[in-house]
């Protein structure tokens, strides 16, 4: 019993891709115009990884729970085989 991918997993552009291109980008606008200073750059420095891995299509956690790195499902958990498909 096969398992189909889920609506996250299907669409062209991934709801966590965007999710973190949205926190790159608030993080960067706020420690440039919201926050002066030191303090301002390091966070705007900060909102730049998260970016980063959304235009990359990069998931830096994804070797956690030994997922890919890369792809359209790169920050989604891998499935579990069901008790029945692993004693087939």
């Not at 949205?22 to 390091?42: C, D, H, M, N, R």
């Not at 890919?68 to 692993?86: D, M, V, W, Y």
């Amino acid at each position: 019993m096969s398992t189909s991918p889920g609506p996250l997993d299907s669409s062209p552009i991934s709801y966590h891709r965007l999710a973190r291109a949205i926190l790159g980008i608030a993080a960067i606008t706020s420690g440039l115009f919201l926050v002066k200073g030191p303090i301002g750059l390091l966070i705007a420095a900060v909102g730049l990884l998260p970016l980063a891995t959304a235009i990359l299509n990069r998931c830096p956690a994804a070797p956690a729970w030994r997922g890919r790195s890369l792809g359209s499902s790169s920050c989604a958990r891998p499935s579990q085989p069901s008790p029945e498909e692993k004693s087939q």
